[in-house]
């Protein structure tokens, strides 16, 4: 058990690394290109990711079911690549960046969430770092002669 746990740490921690070079690309990426991933999950839900000037949008938006009408939205489903805008000029960025809100527009209800590139590389990097940390512990605390787990009883002669 203990052999499979330490598996799946390494895999979490790799697919944490895998998840903090990519944003870390979008991230400098986006200071020259807007990129868009927009998935439409039915006709009355769609989520969308952006990467602009340092920032991470993620949307949700909903449109009452009955409601009529369509998104009003200027991607289509699938990746875009555009100029860089700001997310700042459209919402009203909290402290260091970050806003969460639910905003409504007519029928149409969002639930936006924008955070710095710096923060998402951040996050995504510390599983890596602590995987790092504690590989390098226990391969110096093996080299000293320290044994890891309990050595047998030796019989007394």
């Not at 895998?18 to 870390?24: D, E, N, S, T």
């Not at 599983?127 to 787990?149: E, I, N, T, Y």
Request: overall charge positive; charged content about 15%.
């Amino acid at each position: 058990m203990v052999r499979f746990l330490r598996y799946l740490w390494g895999g979490v921690a790799a697919l944490s690394l895998v998840l903090c070079v990519g944003a870390a690309v979008l991230w400098s990426r986006g200071h020259q290109r807007l990129d868009t991933v927009a998935i439409r999950v039915s006709e009355t839900h769609q989520i969308s990711a952006h990467s602009s000037r340092g920032q991470f949008c993620f949307m949700q938006m909903y449109l009452p079911a009955g409601a009529g009408g369509s998104f009003m939205f200027s991607h289509e489903p699938g990746f875009s690549s555009e100029p860089p805008q700001s997310f700042g000029d459209t919402f009203v960025l909290g402290p260091m960046g970050f806003y969460f809100k639910q905003p409504k527009f007519g029928l149409m209800v969002w639930r936006v969430a924008i955070m710095p590139a710096w923060f998402v590389v951040g996050v995504t990097a510390a599983l890596p770092a602590v995987w790092v940390v504690r590989r390098l512990r226990r391969k110096r605390v093996a080299g000293r002669g320290f044994a890891l787990d309990p050595a047998p009883a030796r019989p007394d002669n």
